[in-house]
T-cell receptor, first 116, second 114 residues
């Protein structure tokens, strides 16, 4: 099956620093990738839709300048949490949509971000 | 706008017992329906999906789900639960339009007693 690699799986950083999370589709091309945030014992909340070669589409309430998304190739999207603060601590999950199977998303293993 | 409800926040079953997790959706037409499973600290794994055709779909790990249009439901079932099935289960919907995003239910946490 299709594989999505997300890195790092866990990151601890100091308040005020920036953190980059990578999402790669390993064996398929993904024109669209998605970034979700998941709070403990809650469902996934879509943060933004990342389209290859164009600007990301952010959901209402998500700060564009806080969560920078870059989708430079058909297999890689990155999420940068800028000037992270403790309230940004969360579990971030990416998914990628296979161009051949538009309505199936394959998920990465997630990144746990802890901001001290 | 479509929405997904999973009425049971937490279910506990004994190993070997049968399981049914409920999912109801709200949408004007037939959506694409999915069940995902998430183990602690992990991403989501697709269990099964329904697009069209036979309303009873088979998935991985012995799971199946039945689409019932009249009840707007897509319940997940397994005849005999294994301890390794303990996880969080999410039902998701995507509208039958290009580019529509997933809408996830709140999830049901499954605990399995030995």
């Amino acid at each position: 099956g299709a594989v999505v690699s997300q890195h790092p799986s866990w990151v601890i950083c100091k308040s005020g620093t920036s953190v980059k999370i990578e999402c790669r589709s390993l064996d398929f091309q993904a024109t669209t990738m998605f970034w979700y945030r998941q709070f403990p014992k809650q469902s996934l909340m879509l943060m933004a839709t990342s389209n290859e070669g164009s600007k990301a589409t952010y959901e209402q309430g998500v700060e564009k300048d806080k969560f920078l998304i870059n989708h430079a190739s058909l297999t890689l999207s990155t999420l940068t949490v800028t000037s992270a603060h403790p309230e940004d601590s969360s579990f971030y999950i990416c998914s990628a949509r296979d161009v051949r199977k538009e309505n199936i998303q394959y998920f990465g293993a997630g990144t746990r971000l802890s901001v001290l | 706008a479509q929405s997904v409800t999973q009425p049971d926040i937490h279910i506990t079953v004994s190993e070997g017992a049968s399981l049914e997790l409920r999912c109801n959706y709200s949408y004007g037409a037939t959506p694409y329906l999915f069940w995902y499973v998430q183990s602690p600290g992990q991403g989501l794994q697709l269990l099964l999906k329904y697009f069209s055709g036979d309303t009873l779909v088979q998935g991985i790990k012995g799971f199946e789900a039945e689409f019932k249009r009249s009840q707007s439901s897509f319940n997940l079932r397994k005849p005999s639960v294994h301890w390794s099935d303990a996880a969080e289960y999410f039902c998701a919907v995507v509208a039958l339009l290009k580019g529509q995003n997933f809408v996830f239910g709140p999830g049901t946490r499954l605990s399995v007693l030995p």
